[in-house]
């Protein structure tokens, strides 16, 4: 083994020491089997959340307590959704619906793998229809059986057609695929309208989408759209350097909240103007930021590729605060009574005290994917990873 190499981890192994042992700020973590990608979920009093090893989740959001695991037989990078007692989520054999008091598989909706990521996107479920995409489509299905209503397909392109996590507003469905970004109709799957990038690495609109005021905001392989809901036109776009310079992706899901839109990128994290995309403030930690993040009382907690969670001032970009992990951290926080909740790639689940709120005006925050756009980012964010 080579003496770099070595470094690298021995580096790793300090780290997972210190976040497990000694971080500041971390009331407790649960080590799973595998890198944890998914994003968390908290429903009453509970933990959901995926991990490469295969298996879904629930833990004691207090104690960090196993309460129970089942195991889908492949990675879950997906993050679930809970709705009325069900746990819906992605992983690469399928889509499921399993009991969240008991871990039960209730179904299982499997689709023809393409180089493993079958279910990668994270669902959204309203009036009894789960919304997700996978690795050859979109699809709709009944939340009670898990039967097909409709499937809206694209050329996949490396395998990855619809990565992205439906957002649904007003009987449209929102989402991101390996060739464009498309507006569906809810109701038939009909392909409302269209906007296509040149993809990057075959993942052109990676991030999920945030709906407000009638425009989407999305982030894309080579920049950050605006775009009108109804048409799909172009309103401005935003990239990370100048031409002839390569635009970095941004894979993270963006949140909005008073004019601002806050999302993470290669090049760093963001906040942008949401009337015309001008940068109004960069946090640069020298590593990307493909966590989408959470934004609670005037602070953005979010999980950069360096293993830290940042928990930063949303009207300056000021750090507040850093808790080091011991791997990337791709999963995208989720905060409940003051505690953030978070999976990292050194297979660990962490609950991490918040910090005191930052003053803002009081307005109402539309972030992340969601039913009327209202709801917390919360998908996996691939970085391509």
């Known amino acids: 083994m080579n003496t770099a190499r070595q470094l690298t981890i021995l580096t790793f192994c300090v780290a997972a020491f210190l976040a497990t042992e000694t971080s500041a700020g971390v009331l407790w973590s649960n080590l799973t089997g595998g890198a944890v990608d998914s994003s968390p979920t908290v429903e009453n009093g509970v933990v959901y959340v ?195 310079l390569p635009a970095l992706p941004f894979d993270s899901s963006p949140a909005v909240l008073n004019g601002e839109i806050y999302v993470g990128s290669d090049a760093g994290f963001f906040a942008l103007d949401a009337a015309t995309g001008k940068v109004d403030w960069t946090f640069n930690a020298g590593v990307a930021f493909d966590s989408s993040p959470a934004l609670v009382d005037g602070v953005l907690y979010v999980g950069a590729d360096n293993g830290s969670l940042y928990a930063l001032n949303a009207m300056t970009g000021q750090m507040l605060f850093q808790t080091v992990t011991g791997g990337a951290i791709d999963s995208s926080p989720a905060m409940v009574d003051s505690i953030v909740y978070v999976g990292s790639d050194d297979g660990r689940v962490y609950a991490i005290a918040a910090v005191a709120a930052v003053p803002e005006p009081a307005t109402l925050a539309l972030l992340g994917l969601g039913l009327a756009g209202i709801g917390f980012a919360r998908r996996r964010t691939r970085s391509v990873h």
Do not use: R
């Open 50 to 244: 995926g991990s490469d090893d295969g298996f879904l989740y629930a833990l004691n959001a207090s104690t960090g307590q196993l309460i129970w695991k089942t195991n889908t037989g492949a990675a879950v990078d997906s993050s679930p959704t809970v709705v009325n007692g069900t746990v819906y989520v992605g992983a690469d054999n399928g889509l499921y619906a399993i009991s969240a008091s008991t871990g039960q598989i209730l179904w299982k909706m499997s689709t023809v793998p393409v180089q493993g990521l079958a279910f990668d996107s994270s669902p959204t479920v309203g009036d009894g229809v789960v919304y997700v995409g996978a690795a050859d489509g979109f699809y709709a299905l009944n939340a009670t059986t898990g039967q097909i209503l409709w499937k809206t397909s694209t050329v996949p392109v490396q395998g990855l057609a619809f990565d992205s996590s439906p957002t649904v507003v007003d009987g449209v469905v929102y989402v991101g695929a390996a060739d464009g970004f498309y507006a569906l109709n809810a109701t038939t799957g009909q392909i409302l309208w269209k906007t296509s990038t040149i993809p990057v690495q075959g993942l052109a609109f990676d991030s999920s989408p945030t709906v407000v005021d009638g425009v989407v905001y999305v982030g894309a392989a080579d920049g950050f759209y605006a775009l009108n809901a109804t048409t799909g036109q172009i309103l401005w776009k935003t990239v990370t350097a100048p031409f002839p």
